[in-house]
T-cell receptor, first 111, second 116 residues
Framework: AQRVTQPEKLLSVFKGAPVELKCNYS??????LFWYVQYSRQRLQLLLR??SRESIKGFTADLNKGETSFHLKKPFAQEEDSAMYYC?????????????FGAGTRLAVHP | DSGVTQTPKHLITATGQRVTLRCSPR?????VYWYQQSLDQGLQFLIQ???????AKGNILERFSAQQFPDLHSELNLSSLELGDSALYFC???????????????FGEGSRLTVL
């Protein structure tokens, strides 16, 4: 079955430190992966998607099919990055996609 | 606000009762998705509608049902409520069905259900 695993519930770093939020997935086909973020008192929103190969707010994520991972990285964390981060996998089974989310990782960036 | 709106924001009820959660998608969005987030759990996909028709189903309990109306708003009905149904229920919408790559999902603020 398709599954997304985020092994860390909480990741705590200091401002300026590198950040890596881990995401592993299980999927039999060619996956489409996403990172969503929820800042305090805001709605869950899309951060980036792997097909775009983009960098958003300094974050990047590389799809590693061999390791079935899609880790989110940022070289220098900022306090405003503190938020809940969810990795998600698109499951097009049956012809209609749905997003399967991981349990989320809370990132806390300390001054 | 033309974003996704969900009502009610908070709801407290007793076991065995029935509740209805309502969602209005963003203007122009045809797809509506329902997710459940229990304590320490990720978002569990429940069901998706596109332009009034059910398109995808997740692990939705038989006690739960949903529909999307002609004006595109959606309702999630939860019946014979149990303590374990206490959760945050999110609605999201997107422009289309997204056969291969979903369009961006836009989320509501959620409806927090507490079953006592």
């Amino acid at each position: 079955a398709q599954r997304v695993t985020q092994p860390e519930k909480l990741l705590s770093v200091f401002k300026g430190a590198p950040v890596e939020l881990k995401c592993n997935y299980s999927y039999s086909g060619s996956p489409e992966l996403f990172w969503y973020v929820q800042y305090s008192r805001q709605r869950l929103q899309l951060l980036l998607r792997h097909i775009s190969r983009e960098s958003i707010k300094g974050f990047t994520a590389d799809l590693n099919k061999g390791e079935t991972s899609f880790h989110l990285k940022k070289p220098f964390a900022q306090e405003e990055d503190s938020a809940m981060y969810y990795c998600a996998l698109s499951d097009p089974a049956g012809g209609y996609n749905k997003l399967i989310f991981g349990a989320g990782t809370r990132l806390a960036v300390h001054p | 606000d033309s974003g996704v709106t969900q009502t009610p924001k908070h709801l407290i009820t007793a076991t065995g009762q029935r509740v209805t959660l309502r969602c209005s998608p963003r203007s122009g969005d045809l797809s509506v998705y329902w997710y459940q987030q229990s304590l320490d759990q990720g978002l569990q996909f429940l069901i998706q509608y596109y332009n009034g028709e059910e398109r995808a189903k997740g692990n939705i309990l038989e006690r739960f049902s949903a529909q999307q109306f002609p004006d595109l708003h959606s309702e999630l009905n939860l019946s014979s409520l149990e303590l374990g149904d206490s959760a945050l229920y999110f609605c999201a919408s997107s422009v289309g069905v997204g056969y291969r790559v979903p369009g961006e999902l836009f989320f509501g603020e959620g409806s927090r259900l507490t079953v006592l």
